[in-house]
């Protein structure tokens, strides 16, 4: 939990993007909430708030595991460039962050500082780490939730604003069950963000992806082992510029309205709607972790009682919260409007606002590049084919370019405006995991 009382607080803005004219009869609402957080400046409807002084930024500890299982000698530059990932992350380190770095297998391991302690981060403690990190060798099986619990355990320790972990694995899970990572998973969501990587081609993806969703932090694939150093320290830069944990979408609703979902849509897709939280008569919140100098949009669908001509109503309305330690909730001062307008213009009431129809069809690439993949490894070419020349469709005509590059590497595309393509007879396995990995990634719409 975040208290505030002795810290400046980013300055957040909530903006709403809607057609908010329905049909007579009509009842589906449906907005764009776009959150943005700054560090100075004013933005949207957000309200002042001091910022950050120079050496002055929020406390943090950050644990980083590391996959010691004995496929990491396989082909033994995997674990010398996890040791030298791990290193440059450490580098990374602000000073004044507490840190730990654990050796995962079947079980977890303290490789630094041990004895269930954090170190403090400076140029002692950096060298420290760095020394212990030689000592790392490869052996064993993999048991991710142990690792997670440890994490927990550590980072639970430090009274500070924000908790993080680095994950990194290269392979599956095969030393404990679905069910106990999951319990974990469980466990542990809202208590730490954690950021997760497969690297290499063994490991499963749904299984990083699962871990990066419950957590709240990002996954991503390095089929090459060369290039960790350079992730992992983007990672723990953006962690370092992490100011606030915690920050809940909280979402009002009128008598007779129901919250249909509540999707973040970019700078990925997450659904959110089964992690609501109640927070009051009508109010639910819906976590989204920590955040820094960012913004990030939300899909909001609700359902509204159908109503008369000319009427109109408030559908719902969005703040943004962060929970404190006494069981209250420390209101960040921004919020967004979502209404419904009944009215008898055709024109008006059949308009699809542009934000909303962007981000629906990003959400759809999202699904049936998973759905496809899934059929391709279950050899349903043709049902294959269908979703990924869809996927191949939205892609081209959201503007998603990554996505459509990706794509290119597992089918022939033939035409991708009518999303005709051809599967291609072989794909290199990375190419097929990296598309799958980063399926949710989505491109902002342009305002």
């Not at 030689?134 to 064993?140: E, F, I, K, Q």
């Not at 069910?179 to 749904?206: I, N, P, Q, S």
């Not at 420390?330 to 008006?348: E, F, H, S």
């Not at 405006?417 to 990995?437: F, H, N, P, S, Y």
């Amino acid at each position: 939990m975040a208290n505030f009382a002795k810290s400046n607080v980013p300055q957040f803005s909530v903006d709403v993007y809607q057609n908010e004219y329905l049909p007579e009869g009509g009842s589906e609402v449906n907005a764009i909430v776009t959150v943005s957080a700054t560090g100075g400046g004013t933005i949207g409807s957000s309200v002042s708030a001091p910022v950050y002084a120079p050496g002055q930024r929020p406390s943090a500890a950050v644990t980083v595991m590391v996959d010691c299982s004995g496929s990491m000698d396989y082909p033994p530059a995997k674990m010398r460039n996890a040791r030298d990932a791990t290193a440059a992350a450490i580098d990374t380190l602000r000073d004044g962050t507490r840190f730990a770095v654990i050796g995962g297998t079947h079980v977890a391991t303290e490789v630094y500082p041990g004895a269930g302690r954090l170190a403090v981060a400076d140029a002692t403690t950096r060298e420290q780490a760095k020394q212990a990190l030689r000592r790392l060798s490869a052996g064993g099986g993999t048991a991710i939730g142990t690792w997670l619990r440890l994490a927990d355990r550590l980072l639970s320790s430090a009274d500070v604003a924000i908790r993080h972990g680095i994950l990194l694995t290269d392979g599956r899970n095969e030393h404990e069950s679905p069910e106990d990572l999951r319990a974990t998973l469980d466990a542990c969501a809202g208590r730490f963000t954690c950021d997760a990587r497969g690297v290499g081609t063994d490991w499963e993806v749904k299984e990083v992806t699962g871990i990066a969703s419950a957590l709240l932090g990002t996954a991503d694939i390095v089929a090459d082992p060369a290039g960790l150093a350079a992730d992992f320290t983007g990672m723990m830069e953006t962690a370092m510029g992490k100011e606030v944990a915690d920050v809940a979408l909280r979402v009002w609703t009128p008598v007779g309205t129901t919250i249909r979902f509540v999707k973040q849509v970019a700078p990925s897709v997450e659904d959110l709607t089964a992690r609501r939280t109640e927070a009051g008569p009508r109010a639910g919140d819906y976590p989204t972790g920590s955040w820094g100098d960012e913004s990030r949009d939300y899909h909001l669908c609700v359902t509204v009682p159908p109503a008369g001509l000319g009427r109109e109503m408030l559908a719902a309305r969005v703040s943004l919260v962060v929970p404190q330690a006494d069981g209250s909730a420390q209101n960040l001062g921004a919020q967004g409007l979502v209404r419904a307008v009944w009215t008898d213009d055709m024109a008006a009431s059949t308009s699809i606002n542009p934000q909303v129809a962007h981000y629906t069809g990003q959400a759809e690439l999202a699904q049936v590049i998973q759905k496809g993949l899934d059929l391709r490894k279950a050899g349903d070419f043709d049902g294959a084919t269908a979703k990924l020349g869809r996927a191949v469709q939205l892609a081209n005509a959201s503007g998603n370019a990554d996505t459509a590059k990706l794509l290119a590497k597992v089918v022939d595309v033939v035409d991708a405006a009518t999303g005709t393509v051809r599967l291609k007879t072989r794909v290199a396995e990375a190419d097929e995991m990296t598309l799958e990995t980063r399926s949710t990634k989505t491109v902002r719409v342009k305002k």
